[in-house]
């Protein structure tokens, strides 16, 4: 069995892209200045890191995710979401609007999927969402390029 050896790894990258890091640190307090809730953005981040099969995103947000008391089995379910019968409804839109996103080359973005989304988001928290799911993606674009090693979680 083949190991991935990291290509540039998070502080590295950080060091060598320090514009862009503040860019995307930037998006991300943007949204978590928007009033949603920070469980449910660590949700989001969670679904969109496991399809995009980002070890270090994953890691990371799980990490903060547990840190906020989301409780375990959220965490344990999220990938199954749909069946779950743990998750809000507030949180099945956000979920459902994240891997539309995600999974964009598929389907576009659907406006029935949309609607569903603003049943229970505002038109200024649909759009936070929205840039959330979008920085998501791309930091799990970067992470995987990169091979970015997962975070170690504190003991």
């Known amino acids: 069995m083949s190991e991935l050896k990291p290509r540039m790894d ?7 892209a320090p514009a862009v890091y503040a860019a995307m640190a930037a998006l ?11 469980d449910l ?3 989001i981040k969670i679904r969109a890191s496991q399809i995009n099969s980002c070890a270090f995103c994953l890691q990371f947000h799980l990490t903060a995710a547990r840190g ?12 199954a979401w ?16 994240t891997e539309t996103l995600t999974r964009i080359e598929s389907q576009g973005a659907p406006d029935a999927v949309y609607a569903q989304l603003r049943e229970q988001f505002s038109e200024s928290e649909a759009a936070f969402l929205t840039v959330s799911i979008g920085t998501i993606n791309q930091w799990n674009r970067i992470a995987v390029g990169l091979r970015f090693s997962p975070p170690l979680p504190k003991a």
Do not use: H, Q
């Open 28 to 38: 991300t307090k943007a949204v978590n200045d928007s009033g949603l809730e920070k």
């Open 82 to 97: 749909r069946e779950a019968g743990v998750f809000t409804p507030r949180e099945m839109a956000a979920l459902a609007w």
């Open 10 to 16: 998070y502080e590295p990258f950080k060091a060598a």
């Open 68 to 79: 906020l008391g989301i409780p375990v089995e959220k965490l344990d379910l999220v990938a």
């Open 41 to 43: 953005t660590e949700l």
